[in-house]
């Protein structure tokens, strides 16, 4: 980390590509089931998979899989920043699926406790 990053803007620009994805996918950020659900798919995909949709022509599957590996930059910008004493957050989409993705990752670090948490 070079420590001149701004958290802030990074946060809205990812937000803002949330957005967009989430009309793609008609997405409906205050609905919590939807927001678990898509969460847990996210959580359930490798890497491999993500890329894989990434390049999938079908807009939607495109879609869902630039809206996962956004969720994976979002989690890196909010630990990133929280190292250095600043609380990241963006919008709305970020919230919403931000919540379910810490939510979901909460109830599996629970579930399996002799697991250390991810760095």
């Not at 969460?39 to 495109?62: F, G, M, Q």
């Amino acid at each position: 980390m070079s420590g001149f990053e701004n958290y802030q803007r990074d946060a809205t620009a990812l937000d803002r590509e949330m957005v967009v994805r989430g009309l793609v996918l008609g997405l409906d950020w205050d609905d919590e089931a939807q927001m678990m659900a898509l969460a847990r798919e996210a959580l359930s995909c490798t890497p491999k998979h993500i890329e894989a949709l990434v390049r999938d022509p079908n807009p939607r599957l495109k879609a869902k899989g630039e809206l996962f590996a956004l969720g994976v930059l979002m989690l890196k910008t909010m630990a990133e920043s929280a190292t250095i004493g600043i609380h990241s957050h963006g919008g709305h989409a970020w919230k919403a699926f931000g919540h379910a993705l810490l939510q979901l990752s909460d109830i599996a670090r629970a579930e399996t406790p002799d697991t250390p948490p991810a760095t």
